[in-house]
């Protein structure tokens, strides 16, 4: 940068008309360095290219493709420091910036300790000035290069904890997690995780906080109960239907075969009755086969509606389900299939780890209308727009949310066409709603959202993140603290949702300067590259040695 304000003075000198020497001793540059830098080789690239990058807007833009370089291919696409040497090479930008493996290798490194120190600066300035916030929470283990704890906010995706640990104790966890709740305006009202006892004595005991099972363990609990012995019973099913097939063919094929050759006096075997009895063992096999397929097709649609029917507000008419209601959708089916299936007692044993799973997202479901009715009520509402609130609002934009996770079209249609009928009395103008002022709606809004986020039963967001660091450190062979916490930083305040939003806006309710803008500032400016000189070419081993 100092050698392109140097010339860009002596240039502008020589413009106004001022002699050589004038225009030197003005910019503070002796003559013999100007004539070095300008009889320098020409780099193998476009003339108004390399006339730019001499310019200090040309430095500053090799500035940027160098950091967005290191950014995009280093740290968010996880490739090492040989592979931005390369680009640098390729692209023909090593003509003006240092591309050796040690001057990248030590930028790389500066840029790592510039982005968490940003990040660690954004943090504290948007917790300063956000407003209290509801935390539902999803926390699990991961294993990869160690043992580490992970907690992400669940409305948001915000991460708030990602730190190595040597245990996943209650209290390893709690004092983990008041570090990364340290200057937060929050309040930990849930927690979603598996059933290890440590995460659930540290969310209900330690935190105070309801305990909501995750989804997908009911429904591992269930597999594990049905689909092994259903599968067995199939299997088998088959096995017995080819046998039967076989004794019949086998029993036509002899009827056949004996009629074909001469044979003397005396009664023929009983080909029509051994032929009908094995044609009935035939088609009893093939029934058998068939009620088998069926009910494993039963049980894995079972599985799968689980999901559909665990929500406060059932997704065929957007009513609220009642816990009762709940209870008795989850556990009616799943009893019948059982009995069907005739299980045995290492496989009731599941079952009824499902059936107590059960219990824990009818609870779930309990706390959810709890909350929900205390957040309304504390508003001190009228009680046509209370009401409003409770059967349409709160119901319709969980719905919407429902509808953005949907992965196929026809039900992600469905429900935002149910949403939007539940929205329509609301948007009348002679509804009470509409004789609020725009300020009051918004808020009103805003508090929906934030009841219809309460309602957590996975923790998958965890789940993604876990296997997200997996995928990297396989191919880092592992992750050192400094990486981890750029990771970390990268999620929270770098990668932004189809809206727009990254992790941190959503969780500090806020917006914030961008990270990358903020770490390009904080950058040195780029090498020159070094002068190449000619590698001494490497003599041929069997050269004769004179005598």
Not at 517 to 539: C, F, T
Request: aromatic fraction near 6%; include cysteine.
């Amino acid at each position: 940068m100092d050698r392109a304000k140097h010339r860009h003075a002596v240039a502008q000198a020589r413009q106004d008309g001022q002699s050589q020497r004038a225009a030197v001793s003005g910019a503070g540059v002796a003559r013999s360095t100007l004539r070095h830098w300008n009889a320098s080789p020409a780099p193998s690239a476009p003339a108004a290219l390399s006339a730019f990058v001499e310019t200090p807007e040309g430095v500053v833009w090799l500035r940027r493709i160098l950091v967005a370089a290191h950014w995009s291919i280093g740290e968010q696409g996880g490739a090492g420091v040989r592979v931005v040497c390369d680009f640098l090479e390729r692209s023909g930008l090593s003509a003006f910036i240092g591309a050796s493996y040690g001057t990248q290798q030590a930028f790389h490194a500066g840029l790592e300790e510039q982005i968490v120190t940003a990040a660690t600066e954004l943090r504290g300035t948007l917790a300063q000035s956000m407003p209290h916030r509801l935390l539902s929470i999803a926390e699990d283990e991961t294993w990869k290069d160690g043992m580490r704890l992970v907690c992400i906010d669940a409305t948001s995706n915000f991460i708030l904890l990602e730190q190595r640990s040597d245990e996943r104790s209650a209290a390893a966890w709690t004092r983990a997690l008041e570090g990364g709740l340290e200057g937060l305006n929050v309040t930990v009202v849930q927690g979603t995780s598996d059933e290890a006892k440590g995460l659930l004595a540290h969310v209900e005991r330690d935190l105070g906080a309801h305990h909501a099972t995750d989804l997908f363990h009911l429904q591992h609990a269930v597999s594990q109960a049905m689909s092994l012995s259903l599968k067995r019973a199939e299997q088998q099913a088959e096995t017995a239907e080819a046998e039967a097939k076989a004794r019949w063919q086998e029993e036509c094929a002899a009827e056949q075969a004996y009629h074909r050759r001469r044979h003397g006096p005396g009664r023929p075997p009983a080909f029509a009755a051994r032929i009908e009895e094995a044609l009935n063992d035939h088609v009893q096999a093939s029934l058998a086969r068939e009620q088998a397929h069926a009910h494993r097709a039963e049980a894995k649609a079972l599985i799968g509606a689980f999901g559909e029917v665990d929500h406060p507000y059932e997704i065929q008419q957007g009513q609220a389900q009642t816990p009762e209601q709940l209870e008795a959708r989850l556990g009616t089916r799943l009893e019948a299939i059982a009995e069907e299936a005739d299980l045995s007692e290492r496989l009731r044993a599941h079952l009824a780890k499902a059936k107590r799973l059960t219990q824990s997202l009818v609870a779930t479901l309990t706390f959810f209308f709890m909350m929900v009715n205390t957040r309304v009520q504390a508003m001190d509402l009228a009680p046509a727009i209370e009401q409003a609130m409770l059967d349409d609002l709160i119901p319709a934009l969980y719905l919407e949310r429902v509808a953005a996770r949907s992965t196929r079209a026809e039900p992600r249609h469905r429900l935002r066409a149910l949403s939007a009928q539940r929205l329509a009395p609301l948007r009348q103008p002679s509804h009470p709603i509409q004789s609020l002022d725009p300020q009051t709606r918004h808020h009103l809004e805003q508090v929906a959202g934030e009841c219809a986020d309460l309602f957590q039963r996975s923790s998958s967001c965890v789940e993604g993140r876990n296997g997200f660091l997996a995928l990297y450190q396989h191919g880092h062979h592992r992750l050192s603290p400094r990486k981890q916490q750029v990771l970390t930083a990268l999620h929270n305040f770098a990668i932004k949702r189809p809206d727009g939003t990254t992790a941190a806006e959503r969780f500090f309710a806020q917006p914030h300067p961008s990270l990358f803008e903020q770490v390009l500032e904080r950058m040195p400016w780029p090498a020159r590259p070094a002068r190449r000189r000619p590698r001494p070419a490497r003599p041929p081993y069997l050269v004769p040695v004179a005598a």
